[in-house]
């Protein structure tokens, strides 16, 4: 990553409906047109305008809500490059060592009530993440493991000391939405976000919606007078709302919908590189079944992950062998090669014991997950032809969580599997699949102490060998399997431009205007 400090403005973009694979380098995606000042856009989510732990929980599916009320402090836009852009800060600068960073905020910032967002607040909102009344995040984590401590220098000014020396901090500056810390009590309690980006919360009506109007006083003012936020039961209702003009743009569509959008010339279609998320499936391993490593080995082989791109998400992604994007510092070729193979698959299922075929083995998968159906299907009757029967259990996706989190369902899960394209660090310490405790229930010495040399590697041809250590262990337990990158395709109406979104698929939302 490069030291040197940039602004939004240096963004490029590409036309709409690009078709970029996955993991290379290219421009953020955006609907580009003259941009009015003034106008409202009713944007349609599956998901409801969850805001108690919203400054705490970055989710693909929550982007738009988290990106609106909240901002950063510098933000990746090129997955290849990891250069930081600056939003809520000017610059930064590293002591000799690059243990010890002080970042220097834009002058004048404030939360949407009107309270100083200076140095001291951004100290709080560090120090709020480990607070016993903040939900726990994945930002928690990586901010506790990357930072030791943040004082403010001045109000402009915050220094920070690192666990972990290095540019590899922006990881987490990338990610942590900048909250006002006395806000969490009132969060808890239903009261709205007091936040830090170019919309500010008026109302919500839990399973609803909610309203936001433009913050004037952000560093970005919004060219929208307001944001309405609509929620529907799936995405067939999504893309109902959008057909009949209800909603001027939406982003958790199906495939099929979003290509028949994209090429009916009303609406504008778009898609980032598929960095955001990748469709995947865990497996417990304290299951009856799955915790026999070859149950896991058969399932990786019996998951064909070029049909999966074409028939499910009909060229929108593309396939995933091991945990990587080949943009990542972690990523070797050596485990990118296709694993289908339904003879290797029924090999290990009878070396595990079961020639005539597994007891039903459940698959847990959230009842909004439309993409992850389709994949269960494609991969249960060919993981039968290999002796693994598998049997769909749908759940709600707030009974679907827990579950997920404490490892808690029978077999298996299908959900997304995110924060693979930053710096590798990360990911051990920010993704609950495979940081430690994990959703997989997966542990061992070997891992436990890869964990402990990780977080004690202080120069990049340390962690360079540790990535390799950690791809031999993955490769040889397979507690997670990856199946297709999930590129998020946008679609507005013709009324919506300048909608633009980075290689994380996340939204400059303060650029966006009525065409």
């Known amino acids: 990553m490069s030291a040197a400090c940039g602004d939004s403005s240096s963004s490029s973009k590409t036309p709409a409906g690009g078709n970029t694979p996955a993991g290379s380098a290219s421009p953020a995606a955006s609907a580009s047109a003259a941009v009015k000042k003034g106008g409202t856009v009713r944007y349609g989510n599956t998901v409801d305008f969850s805001w108690s732990n919203m400054p705490y929980s970055v989710n693909s599916f929550y982007y738009v809500q988290e990106f609106a009320v909240y901002d950063t402090l510098f933000r990746y836009n090129d997955a290849a490059s990891l250069e930081p852009t600056p939003r809520l800060a000017k610059g930064y600068e590293f002591n000799a060592d690059k243990t010890e960073i002080v970042v220097e905020l834009k002058p004048n910032l404030t939360f949407h009530d009107g309270k100083r967002l200076d140095a001291q607040a951004v100290v709080d909102s560090f120090v709020s993440l480990n607070d016993t009344a903040t939900p726990p995040s994945q930002v928690q984590g990586v901010a506790k493991a990357y ?94 709302a959008m057909r009949s003009g209800a909603i001027d743009m939406a982003k958790e569509l199906s495939a099929d919908d979003a290509k028949v959008f994209g090429s ?192 004690a590697a202080g120069d990049d041809e340390t962690r360079a060998g540790l990535y390799e250590q950690f791809n031999k262990i993955w490769d040889d337990n397979m507690w997670v399997l990856l199946s297709s990158s999930r590129r998020l395709q946008w679609v507005t109406s013709k009324d919506v431009a300048n909608l633009s979104i980075n290689d994380y698929s996340m939204p400059d939302l303060a650029g966006v205007g009525m065409a």
Not at 155 to 173: E, I, Q, S, Y
Not at 318 to 342: G, I, M, V
Not at 390 to 408: D, G, H, M, W, Y
């Open 147 to 240: 930072i030791s401590k943040a004082e403010a220098v001045d109000p402009l000014h915050v220094k920070f000391t690192l666990v972990r020396p290095g540019n590899v901090v922006f990881d987490v500056f990338h990610w942590w939405l900048i909250a006002d810390a006395a806000n969490i009590d009132p969060l808890s309690k239903g009261g709205l976000p007091n936040g830090s980006g170019p919309f500010k919360v008026t109302s919500v009506q839990p399973k609803q919606g909610a309203k936001l109007a433009a913050f004037e006083g952000a560093w970005q003012p919004p060219h929208l007078d307001g944001l309405e936020y609509k929620i529907y039961p799936d995405a067939a209702g999504l893309a109902l």
């Open 264 to 455: 009916d010339g009303k609406h504008n279609l778009f898609s980032d590189k598929g960095l955001a998320s990748v469709y995947c499936m865990g497996m417990n391993t304290k299951g009856e079944v799955t915790k026999d490593v070859r149950i896991r080995q058969a399932l990786h082989h019996s998951l064909d992950r070029e049909r999966v791109s074409e028939e499910v998400l009909l060229g929108a992604g593309q396939p995933f062998h091991c945990l990587w994007p080949t943009t990542s510092k972690a990523y070797e070729s050596r485990y990118d090669a296709n694993p289908f193979d339904l003879k290797k698959a029924k090999e290990l299922v009878t070396a595990a014991g079961y020639e005539n075929g597994t007891p039903d083995v459940e698959v847990m998968l959230s009842s909004d997950d439309y993409g992850g159906k389709q994949i269960f299907q494609i991969l249960q009757a060919d993981a039968k032809q290999a002796g693994v029967n598998l049997k769909i259990n749908q759940v709600e996706r707030s009974a679907f969580s827990p579950k997920f989190q404490k490892a808690t369902y029978p077999g298996c899960y299908m959900t997304t599997f995110g924060y693979n394209a930053t710096y590798p660090d990360t990911l051990f310490v920010m993704n609950f699949q495979v940081r430690v405790p994990n959703s997989t229930a997966f542990e061992s010495d070997e891992y436990k102490k890869f964990q402990a040399d990780m977080a």
